[in-house]
């Protein structure tokens, strides 16, 4: 048996720091379950090692070095998650295989087709699609005031779900419906939900994006349509909102906007809340005129927001509960910032 040596140890702990370094800061367990991204270690361990060996100055660092630190920012340097996916995109493809996997198969659970088609969306991502999301993601989109993973992980399923719709029309395989995907029985069937459920939370996270694109259209009238928006949706509203949209607004005036209005009428809500709107306007609208105001501005979102499917998605009645949605997901990370 060969005898380890000292650069044998090194090497060994070099590679821990490597792999500690992607697990516990650039790739938590929390935002990259080993569930769907299995593989993600060994990807980006090879991916490092290949960065480093092609470049010697790299490679003598890591040969020579024993700081534990100077690993870890080269680590960081390398597999940082901006370049790696300016530099190393099909690692990036390498990383959400099992994702990708796991929604192909999904969609396709009764049929022979899905390990073909499976194998097609990745070799469209790899061949080319991935360049194309490299150039158009924007990492200086901010949410939150934090630059998101999450957003590209939304943009790239996204995207196979798109490539996905392509290769059956191309094939003129008609996708599943609901009735026809098998049941999944037994200790597998939670996991599974959660899997899914995450996989449907990235295109909700696509979604919000395009209404939150929609609703920068009301430059002008956007105090007032967030305002009457989170009223229609039943959310409570804030004295900053309110004071954004009635900069002068009173302690009474307030007071009536700010009721809870669960279990009442739109008719009757606005018939409350109406002679706020005159009083901060100047005007002698009666209530229904807003009410009618809000329900154009509604279907206009609806419309911008159904041009994007290929299909209405949107109607009146699921447009409020996504918007609902939306406003107490935005609503909860500007709670989660502030603190």
Same mark, same amino acid.
């Given at each position: &048996? ?5 650069? %044998?140890?090194?090497? %060994? ?25 299995? %593989? ?56 959400? !295989?099992?994702? #990708?996997?796991?929604?192909? !198969? ?30 158009? /993601? %924007? ?11 999450? /957003? ?31 049941? $999944? ?22 979604? /919000? ?44 005036? #307030? ?5 809870? /209005? ?27 005129? $807003? ?6 501005? &509604? ?41």
């Amino acid at each position: &048996m060969k005898k380890a040596t000292d650069l %044998d140890i090194k090497f %060994d702990k070099n590679r821990s720091v490597v792999l500690y370094t992607i697990r516990h800061h650039l790739y938590p367990e929390e935002e990259f379950s080993l569930k769907l991204f299995p %593989d993600l270690p060994s990807v980006l361990l090879n991916c490092f090692m290949e960065v480093i060996k092609s470049r010697e100055e790299l490679l003598e660092v890591y040969q020579k070095s024993g700081d534990k630190s100077k690993i870890e920012s080269l680590t960081r340097e390398i597999l940082v998650f901006k370049n790696l996916l300016e530099n190393h995109p099909k690692t990036v493809v390498l990383m959400y !295989r099992t994702s #990708v996997k796991k929604y192909i !198969r999904y969609q396709h659970s009764n049929s022979d087709e899905w390990e073909d088609i499976f194998q097609e969306v990745i070799t469209r991502l790899i061949s080319g699609k991935i360049y194309r999301i490299k150039e158009k /993601f %924007d990492f200086t989109y901010k949410y939150d005031n934090l630059i998101k993973r999450s /957003f590209f992980t939304s943009y790239f399923m996204v995207t196979v779900r798109n490539i996905y719709m392509d290769i059956l029309r191309e094939l003129k395989v008609r996708p599943l419906t609901a009735g026809e995907i098998q049941p $999944i029985t037994g200790n597998d069937a939670l996991e599974t939900f959660k899997d899914e459920n995450m996989l449907n939370s990235l295109v909700i996270d696509e979604e /919000f994006q395009k209404l939150q694109t929609v609703l920068t259209l009301y430059h002008r009238s956007r105090p007032k349509l967030d305002l009457c928006l989170k009223l229609k949706c039943r959310i409570p509203l804030t004295g900053e909102i309110i004071h954004r949209c009635f900069p002068a607004c009173s302690r009474e005036d #307030v007071k009536i906007l700010v009721q809870d /209005f669960k279990g009442v009428k739109d008719k009757k809500m606005f018939d409350m809340v109406a002679p706020v709107f005159n009083r901060h306007e100047g005007r002698e609208n009666k209530s229904d005129t $807003i009410r009618k105001w809000v329900s154009v501005k &509604m279907d206009e979102i609806t419309s911008h927001l159904n041009r994007t499917h290929r299909c209405k998605v949107y109607t009146g009645k699921n447009l409020v509960d996504f918007m609902t949605l939306y406003y107490e997901h935005l609503d909860l990370n500007e709670i989660k910032s502030d603190r």
